[in-house]
């Protein structure tokens, strides 16, 4: 029997999330550009729970007013003109949201428009995520095991510092509440740490709902241009900053961000790929862009005859890792016509530009401001200028992107991390970190992964050369990265003090708090007073992903970012869960050096 009856994931070739193709050819349908679109006015108001929606129609002006099963509109009563090529949409809690989720893949559920509920609690009392979670109805299952029960999706702080909050799914019916573990953050049964839930639930870590599956990657409307899928994202998609460019066969439309954007929607205002998912969530994508090989050298023939051999980013970088994903040129800003010149050809026939005015005002910013080199004095302005540090491309959507030689970037990037391994025998472990902007440098060389004999007492040989080292070290740019907004304010004579007690928290021992300080508290002399916070394992985990052969039975990952101050500012805290160190332990403290 397949999903729709079971809810078992079918063992078939075609399953998309197992036997991806990069090069398989999705069918794609593009907006229609020159259709005028009219906001309509606002035509009801509806209470759903305790929420106010109010119902939005982008209507063609074409339409005959018709009102069929296609316009899309609330199943509760209220009339919505428009027809099947209207946009019809609802906003909830100032988001703009399209009212028709999507269509149920499996047959399984049938999906709604988030709905706020306040009979459902997970967290206690006194556990600081209670107050941030959030419980919605997302949709009913209609057949299959959980026939009759409601969907549930929690949106809950995550338990520490993180980038993104955390999710569960649950069936809530006849079973009770069931955890869908394939489709929730990792959770502790309630009978492991009642302290931590209210209530009972079981866990169901096989159930499968394709209509939650996204394909790791697909083949964009050029049959060249890959996009490849952040999976740690959690926001609630939102159209506000967003307009449609493509149509996905079997998965939706494709947003993007308006070049007009006004970043207010955080990781939706970054120029990401975004669809929506059936229970409220945005799957957001990468596009990568296919004349940038391995390494990040943009293949490029320069109007010279020259070969490009410079590594450039596409991305906006900052702290430890990208800002965005694509660093795009708002319109106004850059005058292609009157401020650029042809520079070269890239490998697929297209222009690259660059700056006509070699003083001009991003040029001159890039080289006072952002470009500050860890050693060595700065090139002078001549030599900056040659190596070209900045060059633009126009995308297949009409944006011009920028890209930053590498040797010109901000100077922030994660700083001496440094990796201890304990297992409980001498075992041969094979480490590996994967880094969107690449090493820096490593110690011992990483080649293609790290490869030593580890003791308990957590000395490690390299297996190659025999050479001893107490830790694995390396620093590089990782994925996305945003300084987090809660953390601890302390004066800098009180700096030592904080990190002993904050890191100790985190899980680690002395020697590894002896370590941490030694090379931070140098750091932390310039000003009166310091912003300090901590991301935990998940966050860093999602920033820099590492995998440990033979696997792990306690990894606790630590990276600090702080700001200098001139004057104490008021922050929010964040309470920290010490975790227990079990089995064969692997250690990972660093900071954000700017």
């Not at 994202?233 to 307009?243: G, I």
């Amino acid at each position: 029997m397949l999903e729709d009856e079971i809810g078992q994931k079918p063992n078939l070739d075609a399953d998309i999330r197992e036997n991806f193709n990069p090069k398989k050819k999705f069918p794609f349908t593009f907006p229609e550009k020159k259709k005028l679109i009219i906001l309509a006015v606002v035509i009801g108001v509806v209470v759903v729970g305790l929420g106010t929606y109010a119902v939005v129609g982008l209507i063609n002006p074409a339409n005959d007013g018709s009102n069929d099963a296609n316009t899309g509109q609330l199943s509760i009563g209220q009339d919505v003109t428009g027809d099947g090529d209207g946009e019809i949409t609802v906003i909830k809690d100032e988001c703009i949201y399209p009212v028709t989720p999507p269509e149920s893949r499996s047959g399984l559920v049938k999906w709604q428009v988030p709905e706020e509920i306040f009979d459902f609690e997970l967290f206690l009392d006194g556990d600081y995520r209670k107050s941030g979670a959030s419980y919605d109805k997302v949709g009913e299952f209609i057949s299959g095991k959980y026939k009759g029960s409601d969907v549930i999706l929690v949106d809950a702080p995550c338990d520490g510092m993180c980038f993104y909050s955390d999710r569960y799914l649950f069936a809530r019916g006849d079973k009770g509440n069931v955890l869908l573990g394939k489709y929730s953050d990792f959770i502790t049964t309630s009978s492991d740490y009642p302290h931590y839930f209210v209530g009972e639930f079981t866990e169901d870590n096989d159930f499968y709902l394709s209509d939650l599956d996204f394909p790791e990657q697909f083949v964009g409307p050029d049959n060249s241009t890959i996009f490849t899928i952040n999976r740690y994202a959690n926001v609630p998609f939102c159209l506000n900053d967003l307009e449609k460019v493509f149509t996905l066969d079997q998965y939706g439309d494709v947003y993007t961000t308006k070049q007009t954007t006004t970043g207010k929607y955080g990781e939706l205002s970054e120029f990401g790929f975004y669809l929506l998912s059936p229970e409220g969530t945005a799957v957001i994508y990468k596009m990568g862009i296919d004349f940038v090989s391995a390494g990040n050298v943009p293949q490029i023939t320069w109007n010279d005859g020259t070969q490009n051999t410079g590594e450039y980013d596409y991305v906006d970088m900052g702290g430890c890792g990208a800002q965005n994903y694509l660093s795009v040129v708002f319109p106004g800003s850059i005058n292609k016509d009157s401020e650029l010149k042809v520079a070269g050809i890239n490998s697929q026939g297209e222009q690259v530009y660059v700056f006509i005015d070699s003083n001009h005002e991003i040029l001159k910013k890039i080289y006072e401001i952002e470009y500050n080199p860890w050693q060595g004095e700065k090139v002078s302005y001549d030599e900056f200028i040659k190596d070209r540090p900045a060059f633009f491309w126009q995308d297949q959507f009409g944006r011009l992107v920028k890209f930053q030689n590498r040797k010109f970037i901000p100077p922030a990037e994660c700083g001496k991390p440094v990796i201890y391994l304990y297992p409980e025998t001498k075992t041969e472990v094979s480490v590996k970190v994967q880094l969107e902007g690449g090493f820096s440098f490593t110690n011992p060389p990483y080649g293609n992964g790290w490869l030593v004999v580890a003791y308990p007492d957590g000395t490690l040989v390299e297996s190659k050369t025999g050479e001893v080292y107490p830790y694995l070290f390396w620093e590089g740019r990782g994925g996305k990265y945003k300084q987090p907004e809660k953390g601890f304010v302390a004066a800098q004579s009180e700096v030592p003090a904080l990190l002993d007690e904050k890191l100790k928290l985190l899980g680690l021992n002395e020697k590894e708090v002896f370590d941490f300080k030694a090379f931070w508290v140098p750091k932390m002399q310039e000003k009166p007073y310091y912003f300090v916070t901590f991301l935990t394992t998940k966050a860093v985990e999602q920033l820099a992903p590492m995998t440990v052969d033979p696997k792990a039975d306690t990894v606790i990952r630590v990276l600090m970012d702080f700001e200098a101050l001139d004057k104490p500012r008021v922050v929010e805290g964040f309470e920290i869960h010490t975790p227990q160190r079990d089995g064969f332990t692997v250690v990972e403290w660093g900071g954000v050096l700017r």
